[in-house]
């Protein structure tokens, strides 16, 4: 089953940018899937600015716990993001892919986030988290 979150707007473009050169509404969009070879992957992270997709681990309650693996985003659509894992990650577990800023930190490009810290925190939309759940098959 395809699990998508997308903070869509009325008048976008395909491209997930505004039609009038507003900055893309970011989104991410991944499905459940196996993460044997220690990657999870996204389908598709629109991003508003550069930054990260963050992987957290996180359960039925769909609050983010701890980060176990991110990639860096450019600015617009990023097609088929993959992140490593830096933990093992078991079957049935649940993964929050989410999108994160690369602002607040001190190194433009290291990601600097620890949970709960303002450094390449998590991006908002009408202050909802910008993320999808999946599950490790």
């Known amino acids: 089953m395809k699990k998508i979150v997308t903070l869509a ?3 976008m473009i395909a491209t997930g940018a505004f039609a009038d050169g507003h900055a893309p509404v970011p989104s991410v969009e ?9 990657v999870v992957s996204a389908q598709m ?4 600015e550069n930054g990260w997709l963050v992987v957290h681990r ?4 769909k ?14 659509d990023n097609v088929d993001v993959a992140a490593l894992l830096t933990e093992e990650v078991k079957v049935g577990e649940m993964l929050m892919l989410m ?3 690369e602002a607040g930190g ?6 600097e986030y620890t949970l709960g810290a303002k450094e390449d925190g998590p991006i908002r ?3 909802e988290l910008v993320m999808t759940v999946v599950t490790a098959q």
């Open 106 to 111: 001190t190194k433009t490009g290291i990601f």
């Open 58 to 61: 996180t359960d039925a309650s």
């Open 63 to 76: 609050k983010p716990g701890p980060v176990v693996g991110y990639a860096p985003l450019r600015m617009g």
């Open 9 to 11: 707007v009325v008048g």
């Open 45 to 48: 992270v629109v991003a508003a």
């Open 99 to 101: 999108v994160h800023s």
């Open 30 to 38: 991944a499905s459940d899937q196996s993460v044997a070879n220690g």
């Open 125 to 127: 939309l009408d202050e």
